[in-house]
């Protein structure tokens, strides 16, 4: 589904473009600026009530309709995949309601929505990645209320955030987090990454394209701008270390990818395959191949990509 | 296979929305409800969507709660959509329920409150027996009895009772006070003001604050409540177009409205006066409207003053968790997959539980 042009919203149509009015556009942009420009800062914003529930990417949709235009074009993926299902219908939905060009490919999309991932391909100067969160408050498990939170982000008091650290050492021998990872944004505001796994973070520091993080139901917008230092919190004799696997992806052998696990019978048979889907099929069709290649699962998801 | 199962393209979500709205009409045998029905009939469905949904039409409402099949949380999310697409031209007069045509109206704190009682259209009083007649076929029109003798109006408040005597704290508008907070168009902050808290009250869910309510009257953050005053009717709704610079009616609305008459105040330099809480709903619903009132007086008791103790109290507490298209859309996404985050989380489960039967066979082994 390369470049698949889409008009299926024709110039009477009933919602403004990209769904959002002007207006509204004009406060999430401003928003957007502000966030960039304090990078890691959760700026407030008027979040609007969107056709699709709270939880389900509002603040990503918002951010998305906010800066699309006509000459974008637009992926999106949920776990890493572009054929999960809220996947499938919030690409739908602005194919529909901005009449944009929709592509699976990470290195031609100029805006990459995503949940929980990001791509394994690095992203180049020009693009965005927006990023859909539930929850923007790194500390917010650790202080359940806004008016404190706020005070230790504007004090810049991440005591807490370190002591819950030492304590996951104490009790498990490790920093027992393994996504919504929290990351320090320019040695100055703590940030949540969004529930991508760990395995990412490293891909947050100096990236070339502009981060967006959107969270519609909590009203906050924040940002990692180009060539940001993203550094995930550690220790000294406990440094930050990434996912890795025995395995490497059953259909293509990436040994670098993050993996998911397949479950393949009741009887304990497991594969491990690429959370990236994109990714694994340009590598398979690059001439890689792992241990599987040719599994059923293979078929399976060249047919559902028609 | 499970794997592909999860993972789903166009093709399975059309064919699902196909089968939604089949299950959505039942059995075709059966004559399709109108909207115009749900409308007259469903009436206080209608109402809990309009309110919950922050947009008086009672005929979206109606279309709402059919498409919905019913569920009103998602009739409440269907119209919330629709609403935040409107154009918003402007804000309206004030209503002011003095001048409400009641319908009911009736006090706990005064037997012979000036206006009377007007018990009106309740179940209060209503033995709960099914009424099998309803569910055969041919019902007659009723027809409620005509008064001998015509209301008061205008219907004076709760509050004109009380204001020779300066018993009861009032609700005069506070000099130069800024315009109204959007709690539609602003994100929640926090200390709250009353008019973001009673705007967030207002479209709150009716079970939450029902029970926040109730949990009140338990003794978790005791509001001592004695309910002042309920009304219910119709009031106009009035709007001040720039070019004519006049108020003129544009519609009439049905409100319910309640007067809570809370704990006493009072200090070295004022005297010990009612307090009072203050609920207001679209439509007919007293079950909200005193659940708001309960909490609104009740949520007045911040931590510096009442050394607050109760959920009910706690106004983060309450205006974060009160919306229920918020809450409904956060406890359903966890549908959507997670098996990243899952699979991170397995992989750390698996390493942590070797590690602790490596330590167990050591020991064994030191035993």
């Known amino acids: ?306 | 296979m499970a794997y592909v199962a999860v993972k789903g393209g166009e093709r399975a979500i059309t064919n699902a929305h196909k089968w939604l709205a089949e299950e959505r009409r039942g059995n075709p045998s059966v004559t399709e409800i109108e909207t115009a029905q749900v409308r007259e009939q469903l009436s206080l469905a209608v109402d809990r969507v309009m309110g919950e949904g922050s947009c008086y039409d009672r005929d979206l409402a109606a279309l709402a709660v059919k498409q919905a099949r019913g569920d009103l949380p998602e009739a409440v999310f269907l119209i919330r959509a629709y609403r935040t697409t409107l154009p918003r031209f402007g804000a309206s007069e004030a209503i002011d329920t003095v001048e409400m045509a009641v319908r009911r109206r009736v006090s706990a704190a005064f037997k012979d409150i000036p206006g009377g009682q007007v018990l009106g259209p309740t179940f209060d009083y209503t033995h709960r027996l099914l009424d099998f007649a309803l569910a055969a076929d041919g019902e007659t029109a009723p027809r409620a009895v005509v008064a001998e003798e015509a209301q008061t109006y205008p219907m004076p408040t709760i509050g004109s009772v009380f204001a020779h005597e300066g018993l009861l704290e009032t609700d005069e508008p506070t000099e130069d006070a800024p315009e109204p907070f959007d709690l539609t168009r602003e994100p929640m902050s926090f200390p709250a003001d009353r008019d973001q808290r009673l705007q967030a009250l207002a479209r709150g869910d009716e079970g939450f604050l029902l029970s926040l309510a109730y949990s009140s009257q338990r003794g978790w953050g005791n509001t001592h409540p004695l309910c002042g005053e309920i009304r219910m009717g119709e009031v106009a709704v009035e709007f001040v177009p720039d070019e004519l610079g006049f108020a003129i009616e544009v519609g009439e609305i049905t409100v319910t409205e309640c007067q809570m008459l809370g704990g006493l105040t009072g200090s070295a330099e004022k005297a010990p006066q009612y307090t009072r809480g203050y609920g207001l709903v679209f439509g007919h619903s007293e079950r909200k409207a005193m659940s708001m009132a309960i909490v609104d007086r009740a949520l007045r008791d911040r931590a510096t003053e009442a050394g607050q103790v109760a959920p009910v109290q706690d106004e983060e507490f309450v205006l974060y968790h009160s919306d229920n298209v918020e809450a409904s859309g956060f406890v359903q996404h966890l549908k959507l997959p997670h098996y990243v985050d899952f699979q991170a989380d397995l992989q750390l489960i698996r390493r942590l539980r070797r590690e602790y039967f490596e330590r167990q066979s050591l020991k064994v082994a030191a035993e």
């Open chain 1, 1 to 306: 589904m390369n470049l698949a042009t889409s008009s299926n919203n024709p110039p009477e149509r009933y919602y403004n473009y990209a769904y959002l009015d002007e207006q509204t556009k004009r406060m999430i942009r401003r928003a957007i600026l502000k966030a960039l420009a304090i990078p890691g800062y959760q700026a407030p914003f008027g979040s609007r009530e969107m056709p699709v529930p709270y939880g389900w990417g509002t603040g990503g949709i918002q951010l998305t309709a906010a800066i699309i235009g006509p000459d974008d074009v637009y992926k999106c993926i949920d776990q890493g995949a572009d054929d999960t299902t809220n996947a499938v219908s919030i690409r739908a939905f602005f194919a529909k309601v901005a009449d944009v060009a929709t592509t699976e490919d990470t290195g031609e999309a100029t805006i990459i929505q995503t949940r929980h991932r990001i791509p394994e391909k690095s992203l180049k100067k020009g693009q965005v990645l927006v990023f859909q969160v539930p929850q923007p408050e790194p500390l917010r498990f650790l202080e359940p209320r806004e008016t404190e939170t706020r005070a230790m982000h504007a004090y810049e008091e991440y005591g807490l955030q370190y002591v819950s650290l030492y304590e996951n050492i104490s009790r498990y021998g490790r920093i027992a987090s393994t996504a919504s990872y929290p990351v320090m944004v320019e040695e100055r505001y703590l940030m949540s990454p969004s529930p991508i796994p760990k395995f990412d973070n490293p891909k947050l520091d100096e990236n070339e394209a502009i981060m967006l993080f959107g969270a519609g139901r909590e009203k906050r917008i924040y940002a990692v701008p180009p060539y940001t230092h993203v550094r995930s919190l550690d220790f000294e004799d406990y440094p930050f270390e990434t996912q890795t696997w025995e395995e490497s992806c059953a259909l293509c052998g990436a040994d670098d990818a993050y993996l998911d696990e397949v479950v393949l019978d009741d009887a304990g048979s497991r594969m491990f395959v690429c959370s990236d889907t994109h990714n694994c099929a340009e590598r398979r069709a690059a001439g890689h191949a792992g241990p599987m290649a040719g599994h059923q699962l293979d078929q399976a998801e060249e047919g559902d990509a028609e």
